[in-house]
């Protein structure tokens, strides 16, 4: 295919991933859009359960990343990206990111790390790849909403988690294999709907494990957060029975591709929510009038969304290279990842300020919902790495080292 | 046709053509006249009628034979403006006299728009055509005008109508810049060098034959011109990371640890991330034209890379401190193409400030994309319907 460049992947937009943001975007419009959303923040159902249900089962998107022999629809990272845009035009409080790609890829990455259950022993209940895949296909059509217990703002390539260890062995565990965890994870992402958690613990070795959100000694209590469509929660463990899924370098490496993944994926929610707000903010201008005429005519106004125009357009491109070189396992993806989320927060953030400024007095009242935009952009922004902690992570990636 | 086919073609071609046999001049003529020069344009007219993706293919069989280049570099405005100008406007005649001895680079051509008086305005220009005889008389001053010394020929917008408002009073040509009373004198500019010329009209004698589109309707074909500079100036081809001057920067980062605070550490990466983003927008720009499905997206490169190379040309000679005090050389050459990366940090921070001049302004551009992509409500225009020698100027 000619359109695409010797060195670099195709960065336009597949009519299957235009298709599926589409249908995705009508969906979201259909089931009461922004207005909808807004009720839900105060009210003691943040996450829209239903709305969720509807996408995983009719559109396939909880599933997306999953292999169609788990009962996924075997798509790419490409297609995660494109869902994620028209997610984020609509801040849908759904747990796409959290369950979707953050522990689906963690899942991932511990079945194809861990040894094929035919090489377990006969008779055992439970080996780490057969719950890995059990868990993908049962998360494959929405009927499990799985996240992994680590802080929103944990950027890829941050060091493993220790706020939770390993406890000692309570009588009968050593015959059912369970191991007691103790600990607490504040801020955690797309938790509240959650009836599964990927937990990693601090030890020896590190290790990622697999906790019942059921079971006796887990605890989760909602943050009143900054951005309400995507309500964070606290989780504590004493001495919750977990089961291990990974550990060591395993855990590590299924630890670093959720992440890697939550931010390349969290990118592109971050163009389609900076799509909509300069959408939202022309309608607005155009119709808006004051000195009797269209506070669009004004050049103030006009040259600054130039730029907003400019900024996405921009963002655009860094995210779909994103999303091309995970697709791809490309080995330029750490920096592809870094550069995009990077980039798309400030994008994102401009976008979201720029609606609520150009909107003027209307653009700062809890009824428009333009607020709800700036808290998702700016929650965005620090979500799996602020823009400085992905310049840091670049400086060594790219080699420009600190003084 | 398909790629393997066009290809097939381009070695046949050169079974027939041994670019190291052969004089340069009459392989690129044999090559135009096979519709291998620019497979997008018309049959006999150097291309084959094909899409415009299909050129790289092209372009990577006879690099692989080491033929000769046409040029193209020093003639961007010959081949970037003037050519696609004639395609479109020009009639059959100058099509066949001019096409070819661009493409071949037999022919450097330059533009002869804005003037002292009209800059971001260009239809406001004074520039006089006359109907003399079979011809015209031209006479009045341009400036800003690169290459104008080593061009054969001159693309001209003038005013053949004073009557009439400002957009309709125009007429394009292509004047001979050996013609007597074309008197080219090179502007000095604030790098010390004179990369530019300001070109003096008098009573200089243009065919009719030389005239493109009709009388009074130069304007439309002055905006294809921009059009392609602005596709030409903001989106070439794919480069590679770290082309362009992020290269320089982070060269001097590399080799220069006594060089590095915390401070200018955050803003190289900032601009190294900026850069590296306006290079993949670039490709998916190049990939949208190729799949024919060009976007909007061109107006926005090349108001990028003028805020990226102020930006990152400012940085550049903070980062190197007490020798950023230094510049290379102040003495006025001849006007010779401009050595962007061959000279230093300073010469690279002045010369970085005609990036959001040359080629439209960076407001101007911001206008067009509110207006144009955007659809917000034009600037008033109040010298919509007054007569061009009735303004006030």
Not at chain 1, 36 to 56: F, H, M, N, P
Not at chain 1, 199 to 216: K, Q
Not at chain 2, 10 to 21: K, M, N, Q, S, T
Request: charged share 20%.
């Amino acid at each position: 295919m000619s359109a695409v460049g010797q060195d670099l992947p195709d960065l336009l937009y597949s009519d299957t991933e235009r298709a599926l943001a589409d249908a995705l975007g009508s969906l979201l419009a259909d089931r009461g859009g922004v207005d909808k959303v807004l009720a839900r923040t105060e009210s003691a159902e943040t996450y829209d359960d239903g709305l969720w249900q509807t996408i995983a089962g009719e559109l396939g998107c909880a599933g997306l990343l999953i292999p169609e022999r788990d009962g996924g629809a075997g798509a790419s990272y490409r297609e995660a990206c494109s869902a994620a845009e028209a997610l984020g035009a609509s801040v849908a409080p759904v747990p796409f990111l959290g369950s979707a790609v953050v522990a689906t890829a963690a899942l991932l990455s511990v079945a194809s790390g861990a040894p094929s259950d035919t090489t377990a022993a006969a008779g055992t209940p439970f080996t780490p790849a057969r719950a890995a895949a059990d868990l993908l296909r049962r998360m494959a059509d929405g009927s499990v909403t799985a996240t992994l217990a680590a802080p929103f703002a944990a950027a890829p390539g941050s060091a493993f988690p220790v706020s939770v260890r390993v406890a000692g062995p309570k009588p009968g565990d050593a015959q059912t294999g369970v191991a007691r965890l103790r600990g607490t994870v504040s801020g955690v992402a797309d938790a509240l709907p959650a009836s599964v958690l990927l937990v990693p613990a601090d030890g020896v070795p590190n290790a990622l494990y697999l906790v019942d959100m059921a079971s006796p000694g887990v605890a989760k209590a909602p943050v009143v957060s900054l951005d309400m469509t995507r309500q964070l929660c606290d989780l504590s463990f004493d001495d919750a029975p977990g089961r291990l899924l990974a550990s060591g370098p395993a855990a590590s490496q299924a630890l670093d591709a959720a992440l890697t993944a939550g931010a390349a994926v969290l990118a592109a929610e971050q163009v389609g929510l900076a799509q909509r707000c300069l959408d939202m903010t022309l309608a607005y201008v155009k119709a808006r009038h004051q000195f009797a005429r269209p506070v669009g005519s004004f050049q103030a106004l006009k040259h600054r969304l130039a730029d907003v125009w400019v900024s996405v357009s921009q963002a655009r491109a860094a995210s779909r290279y994103a999303a091309a070189c995970l697709a791809t396992g490309n080995s330029d993806a750490k920096v592809a990842v870094s550069v995009a989320k990077a980039y798309c927060s400030q994008t994102a953030v401009l976008a979201a300020q720029e609606c609520l400024q150009m909107h003027g007095g209307i653009g700062f009242t809890w009824e428009h919902p333009a607020h709800l935009y700036l808290k998702r952009a700016k929650a965005d922004s620090i979500g799996f790495g602020t823009p400085d902690a992905h310049r840091a992570a670049l400086a060594s990636l790219v080699n420009l080292p600190a003084p | 046709m398909t790629p393997e086919e066009l290809r097939e073609r381009v070695r046949a071609f050169l079974a027939e053509h041994d670019p190291h046999e052969m004089p340069r001049q009459d392989f690129l003529n044999a090559r135009f006249d096979a519709g291998l020069a620019w497979v997008h344009y018309p049959e006999g007219l150097g291309g084959l009628g094909l899409s415009r993706s299909l050129q790289q293919i092209v372009d990577a069989e006879f690099a692989a034979a080491r033929s000769p280049g046409h040029n193209a570099e020093l003639n961007a405005i010959g081949l970037g403006m003037a050519a696609p100008t004639i395609l479109a406007y020009g009639n059959d005649e100058q099509r066949r006299r001019w096409l070819r001895e661009l493409w071949t680079g037999r022919e450097i051509w330059c533009q002869l728009f804005s003037e002292p008086g009209a800059g971001s305005d260009l239809a406001s220009l004074a520039t006089r055509a006359v109907p003399d005889g079979d011809g015209w008389v031209v006479s009045g001053q341009k400036v800003w005008t690169s290459l104008a010394h080593e061009s054969r020929r001159g693309l001209l917008l003038t005013r053949t109508d004073p009557d009439v408002p400002k957009h309709a009073g125009l007429t394009y040509f292509a004047v001979d810049m050996t013609a007597p009373g074309v008197d080219v004198r090179p502007l000095r500019q604030i790098t010390g060098e004179a990369e530019f010329n300001e070109v003096f009209l008098t009573d200089v004698q243009i065919p009719d034959a030389d005239r493109i589109g009709p009388v009074g309707e130069g304007w439309k074909v002055a905006n294809a011109t921009l059009m392609s500079e602005r596709v030409s100036i903001g989106a070439s081809r794919a480069a590679p990371r770290e082309a362009g001057m992020i290269g320089a920067a982070a060269a001097t980062w590399r080799s220069r640890p006594e060089l590095r605070t915390p401070g200018l550490h955050d803003r190289l990466l900032q601009l190294w991330i900026d850069a590296e983003v306006a290079r993949l927008a670039g490709e998916r720009l190049r990939q949208q034209l190729a799949a024919g499905r060009p976007g909007p997206e061109g107006s926005a490169a090349k108001l990028v890379l003028a805020t990226l190379n102020q930006e990152i040309s400012a940085f550049e000679v903070e980062l190197a401190g007490g020798d950023g005090l230094r510049y290379d050389d102040w003495s006025l050459h001849p006007p010779q193409h401009a050595l962007f990366y061959g000279r230093g940090p300073g010469y690279r921070y002045l010369r970085a400030r005609a990036n959001s001049i040359e080629g439209g302004t960076s407001e101007i551009l911001r206008n067009i994309i509110a207006e144009r992509v955007l659809g917000l409500p034009p600037e008033p225009r109040v010298d919509k319907d007054i007569p061009w020698k009735d303004l006030p100027r």
